[in-house]
């Protein structure tokens, strides 16, 4: 584990390594600090989370439950003292966490403990809730987990699964909602609601809230998993990373069609369990840009908070090599003609970019929802797979590349004389600017 320091002006400077320790013997797939920045939660191929105390750079506790690497670690807004989590893996379950309660001792199967400097050995902790079989499919068979694209494990990580349904995105709703959350998986494009108020351990199954439709372009072409999920400022959007090339928007009103008082802002308290899953909307919009590849479950998203005169800004990473930014704001979309079903049947039909043919008359299928281009990639920073990112408490992104180059990207007049200044006296070497239109730089009269 390595920080660094993102101020413009920090020290030491963004290039140097500001603290580094060790937490896994193994791949970290993901991370996350609590609301106060006291604690990191990982999530690692060595089959645990680990919940680190930032001041020592010790472990505090281990969760140790899944059979297979972990996919998200992610703590619920508002929980008392940072106490909740909830861990996905490959298995397709999905654990809930107190660190509140503790374990009866060590798991069955030890790990080593490498963290360090080591101030003392960490609880083990165990699962208050578990979602088994989270987003089990009947139709998912061995045929299906062969074709390109899926979660497979990365060099280093642990497999330790056969057959189950990788739970690779999840995410809590804003506080007021806190005890819904939302999963996704690597089989197809749909996401689950859940009421973490209504998981009983004495049920084996647990049943969601609601489940939405797939893209009726799915439907009509083949599945597609989810990589990422993010939640907008004011909670009432959803944002979906999806492997097709596009993020998927949903309103979280419309998680659930109908009356549903579990998503009212209500004081929390024990429900009962839902008899069945209900049904919800389909996305309302989505994005798509000609240089956003998600080809893989390691290209994540990320969204950043309205604040101190930056508007809201969704950036997605990319197989391409760069990292793409979206507005949200619903005002200013430039929306691309969409064509009906009447004229998409009298035209030839074309393929479409990103999606693979299952059949020799596959063609395009034309998209029912409306689809914003309005993206801006961020370009010469990296040369391979953008996979991870994050924005800084200050607005500026973060970007990790497979070139193993860490970017911290920045607003300001820089960029514009990147752009225009040309090649001369390796100006540009070792930088990277938002690639947008000519007239963009060009001086207002």
């Not at 990580?157 to 939302?182: I, K, W």
């Not at 939405?212 to 004011?234: D, K």
Request: charge should be negative.
């Amino acid at each position: 584990m390595r920080l660094l320091d993102s101020a413009k002006d920090g020290y030491p400077s963004f290039k140097d390594v500001f603290l580094s320790f060790r937490v896994h013997n193994n791949a970290i797939i993901d991370m996350i600090f609590s609301d106060d920045d006291s604690l990191l939660a990982t999530a690692s191929g060595d089959q645990t989370a680990r919940v680190v105390d930032m001041v020592t750079q010790t472990t505090l506790s281990a969760l140790g439950n899944h059979s297979a690497s972990l996919k998200q670690v992610r703590f619920q807004p508002g929980s008392s003292n940072n106490s909740v989590l909830a861990t996905s893996s490959r298995d397709g379950s999905v654990q809930i966490w107190d660190l509140r309660c503790k374990g009866e001792g060590n798991p069955a199967q030890l790990f080593q403990i490498p963290t360090q400097p080591a101030v003392r050995l960490p609880v083990w902790g165990r699962p208050v809730n578990s979602i088994v079989d989270a987003h089990k499919q009947t139709y998912f068979t061995r045929l299906s987990s062969s074709l390109p694209g899926n979660d497979l494990p990365a060099y280093g990580e642990a497999a330790g699964r056969a057959g189950d349904m990788s739970v690779t995105a999840m995410t809590f709703l804003p506080e007021g909602r806190e005890h819904l959350l939302v999963t996704a998986s690597e089989g197809d494009a749909s996401v689950k609601l859940w009421d973490l108020r209504s998981l009983h351990n004495k049920h084996k199954t647990q049943v969601a809230l609601s489940q939405t439709f797939q893209p009726e372009s799915h439907n009509r072409w083949r599945h597609f998993g989810i990589s990422s999920m993010n939640v907008n400022s004011s909670g009432s959007r959803l944002y979906t990373l999806c492997k097709d090339n596009t993020v998927y928007t949903y309103s979280t009103n419309h998680l659930i069609l109908g009356h549903a008082p579990e998503l009212s802002v209500e004081p929390s308290g024990r429900k009962l369990p839902p008899k069945e899953t209900n049904v919800g909307l389909g996305p309302i919009y989505g994005y798509r840009h000609p240089q956003l590849h998600a080809t893989s479950f390691y290209v994540k998203s990320a969204i950043r908070k309205a604040k101190d005169g930056k508007g809201e800004m969704l950036a997605v990473g990319s197989s391409d090599g760069c990292a793409i930014l979206f507005p949200t704001d619903e005002r200013y979309f430039p929306l691309q003609q969409q064509h009906t079903d009447i004229e998409s049947e009298a035209k030839p039909p074309t393929r479409r970019p990103g999606l693979r043919s299952m059949g020799s008359n596959s063609g395009r299928v034309d998209d029912s929802i409306p689809i914003s281009t309005n993206g801006t990639p961020l370009i010469r920073g990296h040369d391979r797979e953008v996979g991870s990112l994050a924005w800084t408490s200050n607005g500026d992104l973060v970007t990790v590349g497979d070139d193993f180059i860490v970017r911290c990207w920045r607003e300001g007049e820089d960029a514009r004389d990147l752009r225009t200044g040309g090649e001369a006296e390796g100006r540009r070497w070792g930088c990277g600017w938002a690639d947008v239109s000519e007239e963009y730089d060009e001086d207002e009269c």
